[in-house]
């Protein structure tokens, strides 16, 4: 996988439009998302100069780097070019397996000092730009980040605590399905993602998706209620237990989205680096 470096802010002039050019996106004013995620967004999709704040949770690896990506992967797909700031661990190999375009791929893993003029240039030229919050960010610099999308038409999606966004999604609660009895591997994993925000998105909604899925997140149907007397409560529990289990198999070791090691080229620790995955 090939790559190359750009180090200091400067540098990344070359690599977004001049931020005098007005919003491109004309009347396309919506990024897709996977479907099972439009119901979470008050317009079904990421739109242009909104901010979509996710939500880390606790503990702090409680799903959110996931739905990260699969926020991203139709967005991607659809053509669109994504940057993530501040997230070392974001992992290359995992992107590619949910279908985000390396080769449109920006990462900027040490920020340092200057992350509020990362994320800005970055705002400038990128379609969406994920970025971990910094402790010290203060609400102005935030503000002015947040105006600064509304502007140029791109989709700010902070990765943490963040005051104002117009939605903000969260992971709350997850389970690990695949692992038999003393055996088995870690394939997928059903999760509940909460969403709250203001004016179209004020009304608080939930739904369960499987993360990473088949393909694509797919929602996990609620139970039907069952009429009470319809069937004997012992012929249930039979038919349960007469129901043939399939045997856990794999074609090979399946991980975690979230916790894939990064596979981006050599990244130097020096503030400012952004690695562009993709040809050189």
Do not use: N
């Amino acid at each position: 996988m090939a790559g190359r470096m750009v180090v200091g802010t400067a540098a990344l002039a070359g690599l977004v439009r001049p931020a005098s050019a007005p919003d491109p996106a004309g009347g396309h004013r919506l990024l897709p998302v996977a479907p099972e995620l439009t119901g979470l967004l008050p317009h079904r999709g990421l739109r242009r100069g909104s901010t979509i704040a996710v939500s880390t949770g606790q503990p702090r690896h409680s799903g959110g780097t996931s739905l990260v990506l699969a926020l991203l992967a139709e967005a991607s797909r659809a053509g669109s070019w994504c940057a993530v700031v501040g997230v070392p661990t974001f992992g290359a190999g995992a992107a590619a397996e949910v279908g985000i375009a390396l080769d449109r791929l920006a990462l900027v893993p040490h920020p340092g000092p200057e992350w509020p003029t990362v994320v800005a240039a970055l705002i400038d030229g990128v379609d969406v730009v994920v970025t971990a919050v910094p402790h010290s960010v203060s609400a102005s610099v935030a503000d002015r980040l947040a105006a600064r999308a509304r502007q140029r038409g791109c989709v700010l999606v902070p990765y943490g605590r963040w005051t104002g966004a117009d939605v903000t999604l969260q992971v709350t609660r997850g389970v690990w399905e695949g692992l038999g009895p003393g055996r088995g591997r870690l394939r997928r994993r059903e999760v509940t993602v909460s969403a709250r925000g203001r004016g179209a998105a004020a009304r608080p909604k939930e739904v369960k998706v499987w993360l990473p899925g088949d393909a694509l997140t797919r929602v996990i149907p609620r139970p039907t209620p069952t009429v009470v007397g319809a069937v004997p409560a012992r012929a249930r529990a039979a038919a349960v237990r007469s129901r043939p289990v399939p045997p856990v198999t794999s074609s090979g070791p399946v991980r975690p989205v979230a916790s894939v090691a990064s596979s981006v080229p050599a990244v130097g620790s020096r503030p400012g680096a952004l690695t562009v995955v993709g040809p050189a």
